[in-house]
T-cell receptor, first 114, second 114 residues
Framework: DAGVIQSPRHEVTEMGQEVTLRCKPI?????LFWYRQTMMRGLELLIY????????DSGMPEDRFSAKMPNASFSTLKIQPSEPRDSAVYFC????????????FGQGTRLTVV | AQSVTQPDIHITVSEGASLELRCNYS??????LFWYVQSPGQGLQLLLK??????LVQGIKGFEAEFKRSQSSFNLRKPSVHWSEAAEYFC????????????FGTGTKLQVIP
C-alpha cells in the first residue's frame, strides 16, 4: 500500500481565498484524523471520522474550517476564507479500526497564507 | 481530559551515547501510550505503543519504553544513538474507552553530535 496520501504537499494562497486539502487514507482503514501542526501549538487534532462519519470535531478552530469524508477513500479539509494564522502543516492520518490501533500519517500539506 | 507533557524541548547527545526522552501523561484510567518520530519534512512514524501487558515495550529501530503507572510516565530509551536518529519525538496518549482520541505532547527535538 502507498500509505496515506495527501495533496498538495505545499500550498501558498492569499488571505481570503478558499483552500482545500485532500487526503486518501490507507485502503481498509475506517478511522481518519486531521491534525494541524504549528510551532506555537504543536500537533492538534482537528477532527476525527469513523466509517466516514464525523465523530469529534471539537478541535476545529472556527466555522471557516470544514471537513468532509464522502466515501471511505477520500477526505477533504476546507478553509474558507483563509487567514495568515491558518499557516501550518496539516496532517491526515488513518487507522485500521475503532479502538487501540496505531495511526498512520501522511506526509502533510504545508499551507502558507499570505 | 487527557494530556501529555514532554518536559524537554530540545536534547543533544553524542553519537553512540544512550538516550532517554521523558514523557508524563494524565489520564483517569489505563491509557494507551505511543511514541512517534518525525524526521524533517515528513509525517509521523510509530516507534512503539503500549496498550496492556508487559510494561517494558520494545519498538522499531532498537527503541524501548517503560510504562510506570505510579509515576504516570512512559519514557523512551535507546542504548546507543545513531546520527540519523536526529529528529523530533512525540509522546501521545489515547483514551482506552470509546473511540481512540489521541493527544500528542509538544515534542522533543533530538540533536546528535557526531
Amino acid at each position: 500500500d502507498a500509505g496515506v496520501i495527501q495533496s498538495p504537499r505545499h500550498e501558498v494562497t492569499e488571505m481570503g481565498q478558499e483552500v482545500t486539502l485532500r487526503c486518501k487514507p490507507i485502503s481498509g482503514h475506517n478511522s481518519l484524523f486531521w491534525y494541524r501542526q504549528t510551532m506555537m501549538r504543536g500537533l492538534e487534532l482537528l477532527i476525527y471520522f469513523n466509517n466516514n462519519v464525523p465523530i469529534d470535531d471539537s478541535g476545529m478552530p472556527e466555522d471557516r474550517f470544514s471537513a468532509k469524508m464522502p466515501n471511505a477513500s477520500f477526505s477533504t479539509l476546507k478553509i474558507q476564507p483563509s487567514e495568515p494564522r491558518d499557516s501550518a502543516v496539516y496532517f491526515c492520518a488513518s487507522s485500521l479500526r475503532y479502538g487501540n490501533s496505531e495511526a498512520f500519517f501522511g506526509q502533510g500539506t504545508r499551507l502558507t497564507v499570505v | 481530559a487527557q494530556s501529555v507533557t514532554q518536559p524537554d524541548i530540545h536534547i543533544t547527545v553524542s553519537e553512540g551515547a544512550s538516550l532517554e526522552l521523558r514523557c508524563n501523561y494524565s489520564y483517569g484510567a489505563t491509557p494507551y501510550l505511543f511514541w512517534y518520530v518525525q524526521s524533517p519534512g515528513q509525517g509521523l512514524q510509530l516507534l512503539l505503543k503500549y496498550f496492556s501487558g508487559d510494561t517494558l515495550v520494545q519498538g522499531i529501530k532498537g527503541f524501548e519504553a517503560e510504562f510506570k503507572r505510579s509515576q504516570s510516565s512512559f519514557n523512551l530509551r535507546k542504548p546507543s544513538v545513531h546520527w540519523s536518529e536526529a529528529a523530533e519525538y512525540f509522546c501521545a496518549v489515547g483514551n482506552s474507552g470509546g473511540y481512540q482520541k489521541v493527544t500528542f505532547g509538544t515534542g522533543t527535538k533530538l540533536q546528535v553530535i557526531p
